[in-house]
């Protein structure tokens, strides 16, 4: 009863998996990365007795833009698709007298019923489509809860610390590697994995990596207050920090991030600020308006006190005498360094060559000079040896030219 029981399912699910079939998935919604393809069948349609996870040779699985498409066979991958358009799996081991002749399909038909009565009547094989979300999914929020390190380098002042800063925004990320997320993450799914599963994981994950992202960035020049401007090259040092993580072990990679709003330690804020400060002091202009400016709405509040009396008045009047010194002084320091060196004077030129500069100053190359007809100076000189010469010493005796 048994064998005869075995022989009858062996036959109607070998008949019943010879229809050729249609795969298709709709648009996935953006809180699915990966779901099982599941074959399309109208009220129309005989096919309504074929095994689920049976895919029958010649069968056609259409790919939509922003998916990418996997047939697993006893649990490997044995086809994959990234071009929407439509796909026949011509080299199923489910054979079909619909495709691929007839003749060589009844045979391998015939070897199919026999292999599936040794299983008494299963199929003895799992065959599964499975379609990816490839699309950028956005509106992942991230906010860090303690304040993360961030090097705050000012050359203009010689700071070189480091501070808190906390930072919310939201970032996007997409599927980059099917094959690798499949290996790694989702496997065979019944249905769908959707992005619950895995978002708080890589959520943690990118707020450890935004300490040594932040390191980069300062290393590139960029102040934290200026981190809204420059999303790119976070998100840029972002995937060069989760490569490891993300990209090379689960194929997901950051496509953008987004910052909301971030903020510094008051303390430490505080303290660059007062720095910036003083290092603005430097410039003898700038201190004397700031000086003039404390000084003004110094003396406007002492004349507002309707109490202070006449000595007041005139002690007002003696410190409004010494800034405007100060403030002068101040003033004439920065024209000073504001004002260019004054220019070295000129070389005197060099005599050409043969020419001969004159006691009065002019370069001349003739006997005579220009300017005042003095006579060129003779080079030569007669020793007292009686030899000529023409250099400091007499070659013969030693003796010294006479001045």
């Given at each position: 009863m048994g064998l005869l029981q075995a022989g009858i399912g062996a036959l109607s699910g070998v008949l019943a998996d010879q229809w050729r079939e249609y795969f298709y998935c709709e648009g996935m919604p953006e809180n699915v990365l990966a779901v099982?393809?599941?074959?399309?069948?109208?009220?129309?349609?005989?096919?309504?007795k074929g095994e689920d996870n049976i895919i029958s040779n010649g069968s056609i699985i259409a790919v939509n833009e922003g998916q990418c498409m996997m047939i697993v066979e006893q649990g490997a991958i044995v086809e994959f698709c990234a071009e929407p358009g439509e796909f026949v799996w011509d080299s199923s081991t489910e054979p079909s007298i619909f495709y691929g002749g007839l003749g060589n399909g009844i045979k391998a038909?015939?070897?199919?019923?026999?292999?599936?009565?040794?299983?008494?009547?299963?199929?003895?094989?799992?065959?599964?489509?499975?379609?990816?979300?490839?699309?950028?999914?956005?509106?992942?929020?991230?906010?860090?809860?303690?304040?993360?390190?961030?090097?705050?380098?000012?050359?203009?002042?010689?700071l070189d610390m480091d501070i808190g800063i906390r930072c919310f925004g939201e970032y996007s990320y997409r599927?980059?590697?099917?094959?690798?997320?499949?290996?790694?993450?989702?496997?065979?799914?019944?249905?769908?994995?959707?992005?619950?599963?895995?978002?708080s994981q890589l959520k943690t994950e990118l707020l450890t990596a935004l300490q040594p992202a932040f390191a980069k960035i300062s290393e590139m020049g960029i102040r934290y207050s200026?981190?809204?401007?420059?999303?790119?090259?976070?998100?840029?040092?972002?995937?060069?920090?989760?490569?490891?993580?993300?990209?090379k072990l689960r194929g997901v990679e950051v496509v953008s991030v987004g910052v909301s709003s971030i903020t510094a330690n008051e303390e430490d804020e505080k303290m660059i600020k007062e720095l910036q400060r003083n290092a603005a002091f430097r410039d003898p202009k700038m201190a004397g308006a700031h000086l003039v400016g404390a000084q003004a709405a110094a003396m406007q509040a002492a004349a507002a006190n309707e109490n202070a009396g006449a000595?007041?008045?005139?002690?007002?009047?003696?410190?409004?005498?010494?800034?405007?010194?100060?403030?002068?002084?101040?003033?004439?320091?920065?024209?000073?360094?504001?004002?260019?060196?004054?220019?070295?004077?000129?070389a005197p030129a060099a005599p050409a060559a043969g020419g001969w500069t004159c006691a009065c100053g002019a370069v001349n190359t003739g006997k005579f000079c220009s300017e005042c007809g003095a006579k060129k100076p003779s080079d030569e000189w007669t020793c007292a040896c009686g030899v000529v010469n023409k250099g400091k010493f007499c070659p013969e005796c030693g003796a010294k030219r006479p001045e």
């Open positions: 099982k393809g599941v074959k399309r069948t109208s009220g129309r349609s005989s096919n309504y038909t015939w070897e199919q019923l026999k292999k599936r009565f040794t299983f008494g009547g299963d199929t003895g094989k799992d065959q599964r489509v499975y379609y990816f979300n490839t699309k950028e999914l956005i509106g992942n929020k991230y906010g860090t809860a303690n304040p993360v390190p961030f090097r705050v380098v000012d050359r203009n002042v010689g599927m980059s590697d099917p094959m690798l997320f499949y290996k790694n993450v989702c496997g065979n799914i019944a249905s769908e994995y959707t992005r619950d599963r895995i978002d200026a981190l809204p401007g420059h999303t790119t090259e976070l998100a840029s040092v972002l995937n060069d920090v989760l490569s490891e993580q993300w990209k000595f007041m008045g005139f002690a007002g009047m003696n410190m409004a005498q010494n800034a405007a010194g100060n403030v002068q002084g101040l003033f004439q320091m920065g024209q000073q360094q504001a004002a260019p060196a004054p220019a070295a004077p000129a």
